[in-house]
């Protein structure tokens, strides 16, 4: 009995050791097919030849197009967008797809792009260098029937799906940074097939591959008047080295293509995509208590320096929502939710909050008028990947100001100085898991405070924008194009990523970042 027991044992071993030692070579293989192998420099892009004769051997068509970065700062700035969908001047990492328009059908912005039911994009290229955050993400931009005329057409920004993230993104091992990437977008499941297989016969690895659905159960596809404009963009925060990461929006290492099979496919939705779920039940509520005393012990210090009731206003947190100047409804709540009751979301991700204040206020120059905004820190409760503090003028056109945003790794210890000499308990255990930034228009050289002034504008090439922020001191709304409305000001909250699901922790989890104006602005008749 024992020597069938060890004949046994040893036949199952001598399976196992085979097994573990053909992954190893299908893994060596995979890695060897791309190139990716010890002291070889090999790049995504070296394939990209091999990938256009194979797609063309598999029968579709090719448009090449490509990716650059975006500066809708400028382009509000210059007339060509009503607002800047709340995106901060260069630097940023901000980048969108381009596509040459199909035949006859002009597309109404660069990035912006329509897609056949049995089209796809490819996109081959190396992921971000080293960062806190990275994703790839598509959003409906316009829905059918198309008006020509964009200043008419009413916009959405709805994601399609979930993002493709720093967290969920297909790579050839843990490491994330400056990593090969195979990206396709397609509504139809045969030209997934298709294209997944032209992909790894041109020497793609599988394990690269990453494939974001466009249900059509939800947007409609197709090409002309009856087709949705979709953009496809990609983001990147919290560098480890901010020249390096400027150096990859400015010199892409991406090809994009649009795929159009020579024989039209049948139709093959593609399904809704399963989204990954908010929440873990765990909240920031224990500190709660604290933030209460953190509160009081701000307003009993700021009184102290002679900045009574009477000379501040508490600001509101709630999700950002609002009627544009248009009459058109915004808030950046779930996408799903947008598409069912037809309002825009400006390009809102499902990977972070957006809580802004309200009332909007002013901070002048010359006026005795600054902000205390103040909250949990939430990378250190672990509820966030990052999170920022952002600053922007013009209620109507959200210009973020330059250098206006602060991120949760840079918050310090910069709630320590606002502990009383003999604190509340749950204070003084708690305050290093909180943050107070000052936001004024002279720092006068003080730590921990933003310096909202008017600086100079450059652009990704350094050149000046032709506009500048020259209408802070004002309350009279200028209509010129080439000027900004800053007569109004107001904060964004965000919060990325929760590493636990990585999508946006439930907004119900956490502590909401809190504002107190103080000056004249609110008692003024």
């Given at each position: 009995m024992k020597s069938n027991v060890r004949a046994s044992f040893i036949v199952v071993l001598v399976v196992v050791l085979a097994m573990l030692v053909f992954a190893g070579v299908a893994r060596s293989q995979e890695l060897e097919s791309t190139g990716k192998t010890a002291g070889k420099?090999?790049?995504p892009i070296d394939n990209v030849d091999r990938l256009k004769k194979t797609l063309d051997r598999l029968g579709f068509n090719l448009d090449q197009g490509g990716i650059e970065y975006v500066d809708l700062v400028k382009n509000t700035c210059l007339g060509l967008s009503p607002d800047t969908l709340a995106n901060n001047p260069w630097p940023n990492a901000y980048m969108a797809v381009t596509l040459p328009p199909h035949p006859g059908v002009p597309s109404p912005l660069e990035w912006a792009w329509q897609l056949r039911e049995d089209e796809a994009i490819v996109m081959v290229g190396e992921t971000p260098p080293d960062v806190a955050y990275f994703s790839y993400q598509t959003f409906m931009l316009f829905q059918p029937p198309y008006q020509p005329n964009v200043a008419t057409q009413k916009r959405y920004g709805i994601a399609v799906g979930d993002t493709i993230n720093i967290g969920t993104v297909n790579l050839l091992g843990p490491e994330r940074a400056s990593q090969p990437i195979v990206y396709i977008v397609t509504g139809n499941r045969e030209t997934e097939r298709r294209v997944r297989a032209a992909v790894q016969k041109a020497g793609y690895p599988a394990s690269i591959v990453n494939v974001e659905t466009i249900s059509p159960a939800i947007f409609k596809l197709g090409v002309g008047l009856e087709g949705s404009w979709f953009y496809l963009a990609s983001r990147s925060a919290v560098p480890a080295d901010k020249d390096t990461l400027n150096d990859y929006i400015k010199d892409p290492p991406y090809v994009v293509f649009r795929v159009t099979p020579k024989t039209p496919l049948a139709a093959d939705p593609e399904p809704v995509p399963v989204l990954r779920p908010h929440g873990t039940g765990r909240t920031e509520m224990e500190l709660y208590p604290a933030l209460k005393q953190l509160r009081q012990a701000i307003l009993d210090k700021l009184e102290q320096s002679g900045y009574g009731a009477a000379q501040r206003k508490e600001l509101d947190t709630k999700v950002w929502s609002m009627v544009t100047r248009d009459g058109r409804e915004m808030i950046l709540e779930s996408p799903y939710?947008?598409?069912?009751?037809?309002?825009q979301i400006i390009g809102a991700t499902r990977d972070t909050n957006y809580l802004a204040t309200y009332p909007n206020f002013m901070l002048r120059e010359g006026e005795d008028e600054f902000v205390i905004?103040?909250?949990?820190?939430?990378?250190?409760?672990?509820?966030?990947?990052y999170s920022?503090?952002?600053?922007y003028a013009d209620k109507d056109r959200w210009f973020g100001v330059k250098d206006g945003t602060v991120l949760s790794p840079d918050f310090g210890d910069s709630a320590r100085r606002y502990l009383p000499d003999n604190p509340p308990a749950e204070l003084a255990r708690d305050i290093d898991m909180f943050y107070v930034l000052k936001v004024a228009r002279d720092c006068q050289g003080e730590e921990y405070c933003l310096q909202v002034n008017q600086p100079d504008f450059l652009d990704i090439n350094d050149d000046a924008y032709t506009c500048e922020l020259d209408d802070l001191d004002t309350s009279e709304i200028d209509p010129a194009p080439l000027n900004f409305n800053n007569e109004e000001m107001f904060f964004l909250f965000r919060s990325y990523m929760e590493p636990e699901t990585l999508v946006a922790p439930d907004d119900n989890e956490l502590l909401y970042d809190r504002a107190i104006y103080f000056g004249p602005y609110f008692s003024q008749p």
């Open positions: 420099d090999w790049s939710v947008a598409a069912q009751r037809d309002y905004v103040y909250g949990v820190n939430h990378q250190k409760t672990g509820k966030v990947t920022s503090v952002s600053i």
